[in-house]
């Protein structure tokens, strides 16, 4: 390890892979590095044996769940929005050429005690038990107004302005926040309705690409993704390492950034981008760099069945808005099977997840738990929701982590924030299209 680098990427989830495959393809000389023996961090997917490894101990999996190999479980629940900033930057990289995609079945929500089908065609909408009569022809001219607005033609606006006016003046169904422009909370109600403008369309957007639901997954589980990133960096002369504890980030009398220690070797480096955990302990210069800001607890669960209530359903996301059971926070449910390639046949996976509100994680997912049905296996973790306070003056530069939200646009953010300070300016896409299985 006596070579220098311009940058080295300490951990390989999603965030950071991205990060190194762009910054390789830049044309910089990149190391990524990984304390874990398999690739994806926080984002990865894991087989049956790491599964119980991670969360048993020595336990060995029971035999009934089938092979080894049949399985990659995620860790974290999310869903690619098919018209969303994840997309683009998989199709700009050209990575799409190392995965399959296959549409999530459908999206539901939890309403009056019942599961409902968020409505992907006219005619489901006309019938949906979502809204009322009066609250279908108020929706509907809403979703008219929304496809009929132009910025540049203030003909289209109503007399209305996106960056003053509030949602609560728009008079819809509180779904349509949580379901579709898919809020975490009812912040958003009292906020200019520009964003929510946005969120809806990239919604309806993502539903018009290929119909049934606005999501897509690859095949063989979200570890797919960071491990496609890897090895675009790596055809541009990326060097990864795994398994290699990181001991000491290297600081130089003035707090900024030398290089990495790991055992007796240090390697050195212009710039470091890593995952929160690589910085929760280490105060080098006296800096504390990430601050906590809430948990998320997650529980995956093996079923021998699909989602009762949900028509059987191969795939779905499923949302209990905080309103309809006395929470301040949405709970999500997103649920893939053996048509993925991420378990055994007739095997379904199902992860519950939400932001902690009290001492009681556990307790807090059980309205989501009680949805599922008979549960075979049930893993539970509460992992702390990690920001960085570093402003990369010291070229040190962290990402955030994994948050509640059931996609990806955030990550994209987070990537798009990093690589502007990193590099000086903006990332900048193409469009091109995605193949997606039906």
């Known amino acids: 390890m006596d070579e220098e680098y311009d940058v080295i990427v300490l951990g390989t989830g999603l965030t950071e892979c991205i990060l190194s495959g762009l910054l390789s393809v830049e044309g910089k000389k990149v190391l990524h590095m990984d304390r874990n023996d398999y690739y994806g961090g926080d984002s990865a997917s894991l087989n049956l044996t790491q599964l119980y490894r991670k969360f048993r101990g020595d336990q060995p999996p029971p035999s009934e769940l089938g092979r080894d190999r049949d399985y990659a479980v995620d860790l974290v629940p999310k869903f690619i929005i098919a018209s969303g900033e994840l997309t683009k930057i998989l199709v700009h990289t050209d990575v799409t050429r190392y995965l399959e995609f296959k549409q999530i079945a459908a999206s539901f929500v939890y309403r009056d005690g019942k599961i409902s089908k968020v409505p992907s065609t006219e005619m489901e909408a006309v019938k949906s038990p979502l809204m009322g009569l009066f609250e279908k022809r108020r929706a509907k001219k809403f979703f008219e ?73 690859p095949l063989y ?147 989501g738990l009680r949805l599922l049905g008979p549960i075979l296996e049930k893993f539970i973790s509460v992992t702390p929701q990690y920001t960085p306070i570093s402003d990369g003056v010291d070229n040190i530069f962290i990402t955030r982590s994994y948050d509640a939200t059931s996609h990806f646009e955030t990550v994209v953010e987070d990537v798009q924030d990093v690589w502007k300070k990193v590099i000086g300016q903006d990332l900048v896409l193409k469009k091109r299209e995605i193949e997606v299985q039906e």
């Open 145 to 217: 107004f929304l496809q009929n607005w132009k910025d540049e033609d203030p003909a289209t606006h109503q007399d209305l302005n996106l960056d003053v006016q509030t949602m609560r003046t728009s008079g819809t169904q509180d779904f349509i926040g949580h379901a579709m422009a898919l809020y975490l909370d009812d912040d958003y109600i009292d906020k200019p309705a520009r964003q929510t403008y946005e969120r809806i369309v990239l919604y309806t957007s993502s539903m018009a690409r290929y119909g049934k639901s606005p999501y897509i997954y």
């Open 221 to 367: 589980g979200l570890g797919e993704l960071p491990q496609a990133f890897a090895r675009l960096s790596a055809i541009y002369g990326g060097t990864y390492m795994l398994d290699k504890p990181i001991h000491e980030i290297v600081t130089d009398s003035d707090g900024k950034f030398v290089g990495v220690r790991s055992g007796s070797e240090t390697v050195k480096a212009k710039q470091v981008i890593g995952d929160p955990s690589y910085f929760v302990d280490k105060k080098e210069s006296g800096k504390i760099r990430v601050v906590e800001e809430g948990k998320v607890v997650r529980a995956i669960c093996i079923l021998k069945h699909p989602i009762p209530g949900t028509d059987d359903a191969d795939s779905v996301q499923l949302i209990l808005p905080q309103n309809q059971i006395n929470r301040r926070h949405d709970i999500y449910i997103a649920m893939v099977s053996s048509t993925h390639n991420v378990c055994a046949k007739d095997v379904y996976v199902a992860i519950v997840s939400t932001i902690v509100e009290t001492d009681r994680p556990e307790l807090e997912i059980v309205p």
